[in-house]
């Protein structure tokens, strides 16, 4: 299967941005993902982007994908300490098999 | 619309037992994914299911199996429980028809093997 690899854990202070990062080995990658998982939850959707794209921005989220070097990011601006939680990133080829990566435990302190 | 829902939450089994896992996915999807979700291993596929038929496998044992019913529920089945398997295991739904795919996840199940 296709890897897909991220940072285990990141900490950052509250009111700075945050950069997750995330690498795959995927070519042909149609689009990629992010989730959020919350203790005790499943994972939700945050974001997603198309591989023909560079960057895409929703609101305090931007995304930026790096084709050529199958590299993937994620900032988060002005982070709260609500955005403590699991985040993935993800990507599909097919749409109908997803290939997950190991998760980033991003912790805020206040 | 509810969102996906699984049964049990939590269960505790003891090696060498097996276990049926449910999820309802929400109304109108067709297709059923499920993940075994660990520390450090991040989320492994183990299968799809789309109107009844596993459509895709991922790399784990003949131990794990599953089904999908006319309803688009669907189950998984651990056999021959081993340590290693407890796990939260998680199963997404998805609108096939949807443009970016995206899965919409149930909360879980937890499973501990004794």
């Known amino acids: 299967g296709e890897d897909v690899e991220q940072s285990l854990f990141l900490s950052v202070r509250e009111g700075d941005s945050s950069v997750i990062n995330c690498t795959y080995t995927d070519s042909s990658s149609t689009y990629l993902y992010w989730y959020k998982q919350e203790p005790g939850a499943g994972l939700q959707l945050l974001t997603y982007?198309?591989?023909?794209?560079d960057m895409k921005q929703d609101q305090r989220l931007t995304v930026l994908l790096n084709k050529k070097d199958k590299h993937l990011s994620l900032r988060i601006a002005d982070t709260q300490t609500g955005d403590s939680a699991i985040y993935f990133c993800a990507e599909t080829n097919t749409g109908n098999q997803f290939y997950f990566g190991t998760g980033t435990s991003l912790t805020v302190i206040p | 619309k509810a969102g996906v829902t699984q049964t049990p939450r939590y269960l505790i089994k003891t090696r060498g037992q097996q276990v049926t896992l449910s999820c309802s996915p929400i109304s109108g999807h067709r297709s059923v994914s499920w993940y075994q979700q660990t520390p450090g291993q991040g989320l492994q596929f183990l299968f799809e299911y789309f109107s009844e038929t596993q459509r895709n496998k991922g790399n784990f044992p003949g131990r794990f199996s599953g089904r999908q019913f006319s309803n688009s529920r669907s189950e998984m089945n651990v056999s021959t429980l081993e340590l290693g398997d407890s796990a939260l295991y998680l199963c997404?739904?998805?609108?096939?028809?949807?443009?970016?795919?995206?899965?919409?996840f149930g909360p879980g199940t937890r499973l501990t093997v004794l």
């Open positions: 997404a739904s998805r609108d096939s028809t949807a443009t970016y795919n995206e899965q919409f």
């Open positions: 982007i198309f591989s023909n794209m």
